[in-house]
């Protein structure tokens, strides 16, 4: 077998692979993955990517890009059930969600081609589908043959925690694995926890036509959020008909056949009963590493199973870094990206280059959309840091939507410089990146106030903040007096050439 030139990358077979020396190997071809194979190659590294499932991983396949989909058609069929407060009558919604379904899949079939094969191969990847497993310390093997790399990156992603409780095996439990499978709009739907998955989904599905009750154990939704957020969001999903249960779990399910098929009933804590037709588990990620031979390559996990890696990526072993959801850094599709990136290019330059985690933003995409970045509101007022908000309820374009439940929230240090927000309202992704930007760049509030905002947009929120905080501080100690000095001169200027 001749091993593949650098000139030719390609799909290979495991014997092709194995006839190689790699400069680096990278498992697992979802967002950390795919960015961590292409970067290496553009540094002319001779690269391969393994992939046990599907390229393109959990985003593409079952994660971000059906998710927004769903939510998409949620969306139209919420504008047209509300059209009525314009004048607008839509008449009776009716949603066909085989069509629903059908629009998710090709949404995921328009975006595949890109972290195809056949792509990565026009990006100097050379690909390899089948499953890894370390051997040793430099090498690893896939179907029975062995692969020697200079070094590796592990990015093999995460999978769905289960509910662990009594008669969980007699009902079928959806994840995000398996959810877009369903043929039919569940009539009743029961969502477990109140994270980003549990409230993005648990929204969407009541706004195409199921009644959803929601379960989530803690105090409020979206716990990582301000608690503001929260309560926007909260309030958005009973208007939406979601029946939130807070601080509440399951304790027993009883199938309502027995045969592990979809219905049944659901016990909480509370002492509350819902049936259900489908029932789907939010409860947050596990690391994929099983199987992987860990112990071999001298990889240690954390105490939650991920892989641990240091601030510029590195595992255990000085040859082997790991990327994306298998870490316990932030699990999202940008910070894969982002970290994959870094990894490969430590990896491939030899490099001890930090991963960024001060300016990690992050959106959930319920109605209101909460995006936040940087210093949350609660931590800023425990450090001393000015927290500006401006209330949607006097934003003109929020107005003239009829949208106005939702609020900008930006904090600035001592020294003026923007270091966080937390947005809530239509399009809060979009304006996050403002703030994204800012803090990257070091600006000051004041170099925003001074920026000229287009209007009306929800941007202006975050520029009525920030100009509210200079006039401030025009009124206020030194400024001011300097300010009353020159007006003061500027005056007697004019009064003497009058
Ligand atoms: C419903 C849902 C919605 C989401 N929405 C968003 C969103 O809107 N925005 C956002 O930023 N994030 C979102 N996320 C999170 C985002 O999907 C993940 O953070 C991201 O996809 C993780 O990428 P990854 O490369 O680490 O892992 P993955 O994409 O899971 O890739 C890992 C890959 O490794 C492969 N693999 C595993 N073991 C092996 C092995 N031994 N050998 C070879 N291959 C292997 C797997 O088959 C898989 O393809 C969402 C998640 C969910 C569940
Ligand atoms: N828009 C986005 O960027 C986006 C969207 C979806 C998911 N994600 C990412 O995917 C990951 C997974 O999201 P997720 O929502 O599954 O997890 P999560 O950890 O964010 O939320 C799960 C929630 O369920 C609650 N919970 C746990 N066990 C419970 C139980 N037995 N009963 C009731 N509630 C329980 C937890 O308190 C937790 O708040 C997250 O890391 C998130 O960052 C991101």
Known sequence: MSAPTRRSPRPLSADEAGAARWDLIVIGAGSAGLVAAKSAAVLG????????????GECLHTGCVPSKSLIAAAHAAHAARTAGRFGVHAGQVRVDFGHVMDHVRGAIAAIQPVDSPDALARAGVFTLAGRARFEDEKSLSVDGRRLRFGDAVIATGSAPVLPDVRGADAVEILTNETFWNLQELPERLLVLGGGAVGCELAQAMARLGSAVTLVHRGPRLLPREDPAASALVREALRADGVDVHLQAS????????????????????????????????????????????????????????????????????PRIRAAGDVT????????????????????????????????????????????????????????????????????????????????????????????????????AGEALAEYTTAMRAGLTATRLATTTHAYPTYADAGWNAVVAEAQRGLRSGALRRGIRLLAGLHRRRRSRTS
């Open 250 to 317: 399951v304790q027993e399910l009883h199938g309502a056949h027995g045969d592990g098929s979809s219905g049944g009933t659901a016990q909480l804590s509370t002492g509350a009963q819902v049936r259900f037709d489908r029932i789907l588990a939010a409860l947050g990620r596990r690391a994929v590493t099983a199987g992987l031979g860990l112990e071999a390559a001298g990889v240690a996990v954390d105490d939650s199973g991920a892989i641990a890696v240091d601030g510029a990526l590195r595992t255990s072993n």
């Open 45 to 56: 590294a001779r690269v391969l990517l393994i992939e046990a499932g599907s390229f393109g």
């Open 328 to 427: 316990p850094l932030p699990r999202f599709t940008h910070t894969a990206g982002v970290f994959g990136s870094t990894a490969a290019t430590n990896a491939v330059l030899g490099l001890s280059r930090a991963a960024d985690l001060d300016v990690v933003p992050r959106v959930t995409f319920t109605a209101p959309e909460v995006g936040a970045v940087g210093v949350s509101p609660e931590e800023a007022r425990t450090r001393g840091f000015r927290v500006l908000v401006h209330e949607h309820r006097d934003l003109d374009r929020a107005i003239a939507e009829g949208d106005t439940a939702g609020r900008t929230t930006i904090i600035v240090d001592r020294r003026g410089r923007i270091r966080g927000a937390s947005i809530v309202g239509p399009r």
